[in-house]
């Protein structure tokens, strides 16, 4: 089972930052948390991953709480193109323990 | 283009057919993965190959079965299948299984069995 809590949905205006958060309040010290998305009917894409501290790439910044109990996606200037289901998922590393298990993500709706 | 080619990209077979779905991956990983996703339900790991060897399983029917004659492809074997087996099959390919590196998906095969 996904160890991650998202909000099914979520719409954001074009050109506004988009900040989807997820709950991973079970995580343990040695889970990543990582973010894919998957546009429809396409193969999911990676966005980015962390562990503690806060990471940016040229798509997207993550933000993890100190406690890691939580964290958030942010699309600093969401496009049409962005429109996708995002899954947060943790996962730690080693065998059976880094496969990625999705769950059901939030589908960001981006608008005109 | 994520360096990972599924064909076909659609595939429609009726119960007694037997048909196969190919994947290859041009990255130089060691593990593949395929993976399901029905309507409206998660993705749904279905088995992990990692260096040629099987490693995992999850519980699938033996109507699947997958084949790795090497690290760079990877082929579901389908026979008898049942309506409900209709979905997206998904190929992935990461550096090693269960390494910080991240997966690469294929654009998927959308299976229908009639």
């Known amino acids: 089972d996904a160890k991650t809590t998202q909000p099914p949905s979520m719409d954001c205006a074009e050109g506004r930052a988009a900040n989807l958060p997820c709950n991973h309040s079970?995580?343990?010290?040695?889970?990543?948390v990582y973010w894919y998305r998957q546009i429809h009917s396409q193969g999911p894409q990676y966005i980015i991953h962390g562990l503690k501290n806060n990471e940016t790439n040229e798509m997207a910044s993550l933000i993890i709480t100190e406690d890691r109990k939580s964290s958030t996606l942010i699309l600093p200037h969401a496009t049409l193109r962005d429109t996708a289901v995002y899954y947060c998922i943790v996962r730690d590393y080693g065998g059976s323990q880094g496969n990625l298990i999705f769950g059901k993500g939030t589908k960001l709706s981006v608008k005109p | 283009e994520t360096g990972v080619t599924q064909t076909p990209r659609h595939l429609v077979m009726g119960m007694t057919n037997k048909k196969s779905l190919k994947c290859e991956q041009h990255?130089?990983?060691?593990?593949m993965y395929w993976y399901k996703q029905s309507a409206k339900k998660p993705l749904e790991l279905m088995f992990v190959y990692n260096f040629k060897e099987q490693t995992e399983n999850n519980s699938v029917p033996s109507r699947f079965s997958p084949e790795c004659p090497n690290s760079s492809h990877l082929f579901l074997h389908l026979h008898t299948l049942q309506p409900e087996d209709s979905a997206l099959y998904l190929c992935?390919?990461?550096?090693?299984?269960?390494?910080?590196?991240?997966?690469?998906f294929g654009e998927g095969s959308r299976l229908t069995v009639l």
């Open positions: 990255l130089g990983h060691n593990a």
């Open positions: 079970t995580i343990s010290g040695n889970e990543y």
């Open positions: 992935a390919s990461s550096q090693d299984h269960g390494g910080p590196g991240e997966l690469f």
